[in-house]
């Protein structure tokens, strides 16, 4: 599915990844963790094609995409939902979801997974304010939009940054159960977050970055001994 390999990137040529190397299976659920000014934010926007790369490679089912630019990533089944969730916010809900939707169509052609009405039915509060703009919406509403606008993207693979910060716990624990049931129709997700709690519920594995590094990696049926490993926490996680 993806594959990482040796990735350097940074800002203005000065690198904050240094040879980062990561993988997620089809259908596989993955985080990166780590604590703020690790590198995850930078993780993001290479591998989504934000951010060029200074060296390494980015490999999307075996083909090489380290020059494909962000926008021709969706061709490739990479959808991303941002911090700063990146929305139409003078426009309506249904307006960001119709233009998502013609994006994926365009880019995807005949793999369509995710319908307007199904992505409506996964969020029912985005379908409750669907011709409502996206600016009078809350935080917790605005990031379920940008989960169902990035659906429809048609994704195979959908990388998320900071999902819950800055959210009720209430719409945290609605959005869990979205993902839960994107896991069981088999949707690659890549996880990039602070929360370990949050990473260790919805992901088999994850990457610990620190610096620019992945300095330990989960695997599966370890997240009970990483949970227990308090000098690990506070350390790379300020857990």
């Known amino acids: 599915m993806l594959q990482v390999k040796g990735l350097k990137a940074g800002y203005g040529g000065i690198p904050v ?45 075996g083909q090489d995409i380290t020059g494909v630019p962000g926008h021709r990533r969706l061709e490739h089944g990479i959808a991303v939902v941002l911090e700063n969730r990146n929305l139409f916010t003078e426009l309506s809900v249904m307006d ?8 994926g169509r365009r880019a995807r052609h005949d793999k369509a997974r995710f319908t307007l009405d199904e992505v409506c039915a996964l969020f029912p509060l985005v379908g409750e304010r669907r011709n409502a703009r996206v600016e009078l919406l809350s935080g917790g509403q605005q990031q379920m939009v940008a989960i169902a606008r990035a659906l429809l993207l048609q994704p195979d693979l959908l990388i998320m940054d900071e999902l819950t910060t800055g959210l009720a716990p209430k719409i945290v624990k609605e959005i869990l159960v979205v993902l839960n049931q994107l896991r069981e129709r088999g949707l690659s997700i890549l996880l990039v977050e602070q929360s370990i709690a949050i990473a260790a519920e919805m992901t088999e594995r994850a990457y610990v970055l620190s610096v620019g590094r992945v300095i330990h990696e989960v695997r599966r049926g370890e997240w009970p001994a990483m949970l227990a490993d308090k000098t690990l926490v506070k350390a790379y996680l300020h857990g």
Do not use: F, P, W, Y
Not at 22 to 36: D, Q
Not at 96 to 103: F, V
């Open 96 to 103: 960001n979801l119709r233009l998502a939707q013609s994006a």
């Open 17 to 61: 990844l240094h040879g980062v190397d990561l993988e997620i299976a089809a259908g596989e659920a993955v985080a990166v963790v780590g604590a703020n000014g690790a590198g995850k934010t930078a993780l993001v926007r290479s591998i989504s094609g934000l951010m060029k790369a200074i060296d390494g490679r980015v490999l999307k089912d």
